[in-house]
């Protein structure tokens, strides 16, 4: 062949070369964008049948296998600067198999054991783990192991939903009074896991929905103190409320009402601190009597709900889930991550798809508010203290209960304000304000508990 006639074809060839890779480059991202469309409008592939009465999440893994993927990482221990737990070594032995636990806060922080002198805390107090571990971490404390416990404790700590339906021949609500009043260890004989998918979706739809008697009843009366009558979660939630909801079923306050200890969400008149104390101080609830000073106060739970409310995040629309279980993307799936966990362990997710800063920053804005937290309530600890002590010197110099009564009240007040960030597990970051405004209000009932005591 003529050169001339090599040197017209060569161009040729390559542009027909070109133009079929490039041909077959379209149709595989052709072929990949229907494959992830597909994926996309087939969220899960039905294996095994799931009913209202499947409470083992490892049954519902088999059809949503990336979702129990990631629920099972619960199981991870990791700390942050001021939360989070660290493996510690641990002997097994009758009753408690644990070869690890996490850290005890009564031992980091000795004036929290004297702030519940007389109540069980006092005793065993631990870090939080993963959800993988809240029912084997209640089970075998000695607040459980030591004291009688009734069964409503359960509520927070495990799939209850199929032993209420059980117990209540299908009727939650007479489940619920029934394992409330049951001690702990039979209670226990009904529940076999922590909680799982059960206990916040649907089986048939997958929609969200709300499984715990007590969070119906306290949603209700909450939203009656604000003028909103009859309001049933199930139906008048949104999507993006229900979101928080679901985690709000335990991660709350509330108190064992009654001889029957119904667990009870005390939102009749708000969900602020001084709210939840003026109803506590209208039905005379007490938690127990200070071993020390002899103060009759209350003990706080776990209030992330209470507190996340007055945060800007839930100002902004917020849910819990979209900073605690961001989406992600699996191929052409976007789902939410179940591995629940503090948003600083997983800042790209959780906190950069609003919040356009570094990583670094985002961390260093937390930690910053965490830290003023922390030595903010040093001071409201350092203060409680010294309340206690004036409280009990005063009883051994032989002052009455009527001499004592106005400082009970600031005991009780200042305690549970302190008490009611403290328990609340994000170290100030849900409501930065509102926390340091309580932790104020503390180191105020404190001193005029002292200065009580000094008008003698």
């Known amino acids: 062949m003529p050169d001339s006639k090599r040197t ?8 027909t070369v070109i133009t079929a890779l490039a041909t077959l480059g379209i149709a595989a991202l052709l072929v990949n964008i229907f494959e992830r469309k597909q994926e996309a409008r087939n969220p899960f592939f039905k294996v095994v049948e799931i009913t209202d009465e499947t409470p083992d999440p490892a049954h519902w893994g088999k059809n949503f296998p990336l979702h129990y993927a990631s629920y099972k990482s619960t199981v991870d221990m990791q700390r942050t600067r001021y939360g989070g737990s660290e493996g510690h070594p641990h002997s097994p032995k009758k009753g408690d198999e644990r070869s690890v636990v996490s850290q005890s806060k009564i031992e980091e922080d000795p004036r929290l054991k004297r702030m519940w002198l007389g109540y069980p805390f006092s005793v065993d107090f631990r870090e939080e783990r993963g ?4 029912l084997l971490d209640q089970e075998t404390t000695r607040r459980v192991t030591e004291f009688k416990q009734p069964g409503a404790c359960i509520n927070c ?6 032993a209420y339906k059980k117990l209540g021949n299908g009727d939650i609500f007479a489940g619920f009074e029934k394992i409330n009043q049951m001690p702990y260890a039979e209670a226990h004989k009904n529940i076999e896991h ?5 206990d916040c979706h649907e089986p048939t739809s997958m929609k969200l929905r709300i499984t715990r008697p007590a969070f119906i009843e306290g949603i209700k009366v909450f939203k009656a103190s604000q003028g909103i009558a009859n309001y049933d979660v199930q139906t008048m939630a949104t999507t993006q409320e229900m979101r928080s909801y679901v985690c709000g079923q335990c991660h709350v306050e509330y108190y064992f009402k009654g001889p029957e ?3 009870t969400f005390p939102w009749h008149k708000g969900l602020k601190v001084e709210n939840i104390t003026a109803y506590y101080d209208e039905v005379k609830h007490k938690d127990f009597v200070h071993k020390d000073s002899g103060a009759p106060v209350l003990k706080a739970q776990h209030p992330e709900f209470e507190m996340y409310n007055q945060g800007v995040h839930a100002r902004s629309g917020v849910a819990c889930a979209d900073c605690h279980m961001p989406y992600k993307r699996e191929g ?5 991550d179940h591995h629940v966990r503090s948003p600083l362990l997983n800042i790209n997710r959780a906190c950069q798809g609003c919040h356009h800063f570094s990583e670094e920053e985002m961390k260093d804005r937390v930690e910053t508010i965490q830290q003023r937290f922390f030595g903010a309530r040093n001071i409201a600890m350092d203060a409680l203290m010294e309340l206690i002590t004036d409280l009990q010197e005063a009883k051994a ?3 009455t209960e009527a001499d004592l009564a106005k400082s009970y009240d600031f ?5 549970f304000y302190l008490d009611f960030v403290e328990a609340e597990n994000s170290t100030g970051f849900h409501a930065p304000q509102e926390a340091m405004r309580i932790l104020t209000e503390s180191v105020d009932f404190s001193r005029k508990g002292q200065l009580a005591l000094r008008k003698k």
């Open 8 to 15: 017209t074809l060569r161009p040729i060839l390559i542009a």
């Open 194 to 198: 922590p909680v799982a998918c059960i």
């Open 131 to 134: 959800h993988a571990y809240m």
């Open 332 to 336: 052409g799936l976007k789902i939410s």
């Open 397 to 399: 110099k032989g002052a």
């Open 261 to 263: 200890k119904r667990l």
């Open 411 to 415: 005991q009780r007040k200042a305690q």
């Open 157 to 162: 700590h495990a799939s209850a939903y199929t």
